[in-house]
């Protein structure tokens, strides 16, 4: 059996484009006489459609696609995911399903048992569990057909505290009693940085314990704050690598299925990836597919001559080009000067368009409506949170007159510990780094650096500052960010309890107070732009904890 693996960027909603890309792959496949071509999880729909799903003109369009791929299934086997109906009355409406399609027939459907519930997933508020197993018979061949999660119900959970197994049933073993050939993983598993290898592991996991040759599709493309990397892969019965789909790109691979179960060849696995240039095409794809699906065409930001604004730029520029970014100098009487020639150079070097509007006589402005009702207090956070308010103004000024979309360019160490100010540096319609943390936002400068300079170097050498009071630093309040950021990684990915987190050698009084940030600030991230995700634990739906909570008993020991 010839097969071919169509890893495409789908496309929520957008049924003719996603009909499109499908049908050209399919003539593809069948030009390289192909048996069988196969999709990615929900790929009529586009992966997650998550409310739409309740809309019954929504289902009728997935339905309609479907049948619309009937015609070309003449001859070749075409496996497509889609939302079906439930027939019975009890339950929820709807299955995760994926359908055979042959000959001009639905030879099969397949529904999801293990619907996901954890972090940005719920898809038990729409759908109907699988509770019967059976393997699709196709050309000859049994195939254990499973759809994302039903191949990770014995995948290791890497936080300190939670179960140490999701889920009491294993799709595949029930499969495997029917003894199929090879096994089919449809997917929409989303991005992040620290999960690829466990992703590989699961694969190279159930070939070995089966002994059956795996073959995953994940989606690739952006849809809103997620990510998928696509990386689909082709796992043979000894559970060897034999190919690995592109990251971060559309790709078509068409191969012999026994080929994966005969004697190895060579392995084709790609070596392990260095993160940072992984969360760097992944911010990228994120940022392209955030403005180009929602028809969006230009940005625009502050460029403050710092490390934050200075690397969202150059991923804009990377993921719209540079005539679709304009920058905004928004200099104050504690704005160093090299701030400014700096933001002036990098956005020369990257050929962007870029205005310089001082806002000192805006803040005097301000400062001098209110002298009468602050009766002369001493200038603290009000102030500077005036600056700040000053520049979301005009940056949303222009975004609505020229038609821009304002990126915001708040880093997750930030955001973590409530380091921004509300209607101010926090304003923006897609956040670029609010995932990565100060120290990885070092990292990705460098690695933009790693061919020629592009962030001027005085950027990445200067102490981080606000530039919102005289001589101010970010270590004049915060810890070192790289101590922050392992405790917040601890705290916040990890899950680790703060009693560990000290055991581990931090700084008592410095984890503390962070946590107490951390949990005190939940109202300002509530009120955040989407961040593109690139952790195991983004700030955003897939972190959804109670703004008036009480969180200060684990410190009163």
């Known amino acids: 059996m010839r097969i071919t693996i169509a890893q495409l960027n789908f496309h929520i909603g957008n049924f003719r484009s996603n009909l499109e890309k499908m049908k050209n792959a399919v003539d593809a496949a069948r030009k390289e006489d192909s048996d069988l071509v196969i999709f990615s999880e929900m790929s009529v729909s586009g992966y997650p459609p998550l409310d739409l799903l309740e809309r019954k003109e929504f289902i009728d369009q997935c339905q309609s696609a479907i049948r619309e791929l009937l015609p070309v299934s003449h001859e070749i086997g075409i496996i497509a995911g889609t939302p079906t109906l439930n027939p019975l009355p009890e339950g929820k409406n709807l299955f995760n399903a994926a359908c055979l399609l ?19 997933f719920d898809e038990y508020r729409h759908f109907e569990p699988n509770k019967s197993f059976h393997v699709v018979p196709f050309k000859g061949e049994k195939i254990a057909l499973t759809i994302c999660e039903d191949l990770w119900d014995d995948q290791p959970l890497e936080q300190e505290f939670g179960k140490s197994r999701l889920y009491t049933i294993s799709p595949m073993e029930e499969l495997a009693r029917d003894n199929p050939g090879f096994v089919i993983n449809i997917a929409a598993s989303p991005f992040a940085y620290n999960r690829i290898e466990a992703k590989k592991k699961v694969f190279i996991r159930k070939a070995r314990k089966y002994h059956l040759p795996v073959l995953n599709v994940n989606q690739i493309g952006a849809q809103t704050e997620l990510i998928f990397e696509g990386g689909s ?4 019965a000894r559970g ?5 789909l592109k990251y971060f790109d559309e790709d078509i691979y068409h191969f012999n299925l026994k080929d994966l179960t005969g004697t190895p060849g060579k392995e084709e696995s790609k070596p392990g990836k260095d993160y940072v240039p992984m969360v760097y095409d992944a911010l990228i794809l994120g940022l392209h597919d955030f403005f180009g699906k929602m028809n969006f065409r230009k940005a625009v930001l502050g460029l403050s001559g710092g490390i934050d604004s200075a690397v969202s730029l150059a991923i804009a520029v990377k993921a719209l080009g540079n005539k679709n970014v304009h920058a905004i100098l928004m200099p104050s009487a504690f704005s160093s000067e090299t701030s400014v020639t700096d933001a002036v150079e990098l956005s020369e070097t990257l ?4 205005d310089i509007i001082p806002i000192n006589k805006m803040y005097d402005t301000f400062t001098k409506a209110l002298d009468p009702y602050f009766k002369k207090k001493p200038f603290d956070v009000t102030e500077e949170n005036i600056q700040a308010r000053i520049r979301a103004v005009l940056l949303m000024a222009f975004a609505n007159k020229f038609g821009y979309i304002l990126l915001n360019t708040s880093n997750k160490s930030e955001a973590a510990v409530g380091y921004g100010t509300l209607y101010g540096d926090m304003a923006g319609g897609i956040s670029v780094l609010g995932d990565v943390y100060k120290s990885d936002v070092y990292k990705l400068a460098r690695y933009i650096n790693r061919e020629k300079i592009i962030i001027p170097e005085n950027i990445l050498n200067k102490p981080p500052s606000a530039e919102l009071s005289p001589g101010q630093k970010d270590s004049d309040t915060l810890p070192d960010y790289s101590m922050l950021d392992q405790i917040l990684y601890h705290y916040i990915e990890l899950l680790t309890p703060v009693e560990k987190i000290i055991q581990k050698g931090y700084d008592k009084n410095t984890v503390l107070k962070t946590i107490r940030w951390v949990n005190q600030t939940e109202y300002k991230r509530y009120q955040a732009p989407p961040i593109l995700r690139i952790s195991s634990k983004a700030f955003g739906a897939g972190r959804r904890m109670p703004l008036v909570a009480k969180y200060d008993e684990p410190f009163k020991k």
């Open 351 to 354: 050929k962007v368009s870029y």
């Open 102 to 120: 042959y000959n001009g027939e639905i030879a099969a459907v397949v529904h999801k048992t293990l619907l996901p519930t954890y972090d940005i």
């Open 233 to 236: 892969m082709i796992v043979d």
């Open 240 to 244: 060897n690598i034999r190919h690995q």
